[in-house]
């Protein structure tokens, strides 16, 4: 009865290691902890169409945390935002773009699950782009991420973004496409983002795959122990 119990209270404790969660590592918002004027390197940027071509480092363009002044105290939005901060694909964060056609632009930000299990995975936040786009997971548009770039409402206000399900084995990929509306003159672009909730299982260390000799072992020692409880049955 002792052993049974010990074994019951064992799968108890191992049930409950599997359910606990964490936060997903690597989900990091715009410029937290930055300077202005310094270079996010988590966020890469990249340009589909139009005139901005951000800041090399290295073999990566990155974004500049936004400084001082127009438009990052106004009217970009820095309202209830946490820890982030604007980042924009210039120094200049006021630096006019795309004067006759629409820019669009790619942000994007990895996360490695690695030694997690995908389908426990979630996460939410809120975002906010000069002047609209949509939040992609792994290439994928989040439902309800759309901000409309026709309106100034892009930079005015956050809108939230979720994400379930879409998570996959190792490395993943949020992408905040950003379409910047086009203007003849004071047309800045930028993002900013804001991680509210993540979870995920807890990381577990994967079982070692003993060797030959070690398996032959345990094998026979198996063995033994089941001969060793039938006699104990046997005698009872």
Do not use: C
Not at 36 to 42: F, S, Y
Not at 186 to 195: A, C, E, R
């Amino acid at each position: 009865m002792n052993h049974a119990k010990t074994a019951v209270t064992a799968g108890l404790v191992l049930l409950s290691l599997q359910a606990a969660a964490s936060v997903i590592p690597g989900l990091i918002n715009t410029g937290e902890g930055l300077a202005a004027g310094a270079i996010d390197t988590h966020y890469a940027f990249s340009v589909l169409s139009g005139t901005a071509t951000g800041t090399p480092l290295g073999q990566g363009i990155y974004g500049v945390v936004g400084s001082p002044g127009w438009p990052v105290e106004s009217p970009w939005t820095t309202a209830n935002v946490g820890l982030a901060q604007w980042l924009a694909p210039s120094a200049n964060t006021a630096q006019s773009f795309d004067p006759v056609s629409n820019g669009t632009y790619d942000w994007t930000l990895s996360f490695d699950l690695t030694g997690h299990n995908p389908a426990t995975a979630s996460l939410s936040g809120q975002w906010a782009a000069d002047n609209g786009g949509v939040v992609e997971l792994n290439g994928v548009p989040l439902p309800g991420s759309a901000i409309d770039f026709n309106t100034d409402s892009g930079f005015t206000q956050l809108t939230p973004f979720s994400a379930q399900a879409g998570f996959k084995p190792g490395l993943n990929t949020l992408t905040f496409e950003v379409v910047n509306r086009g203007q003849l003159t004071g047309n800045p672009t930028g993002l900013l983002v804001d991680f509210t909730a993540s979870s995920i299982d807890s990381k577990t260390l994967a079982t070692p795959v003993p060797e030959p000799g070690s398996t032959t072992m345990l094998i026979t020692g198996l063995g033994l122990l089941a001969v060793t409880v039938r006699r104990r049955s046997a005698t009872v």
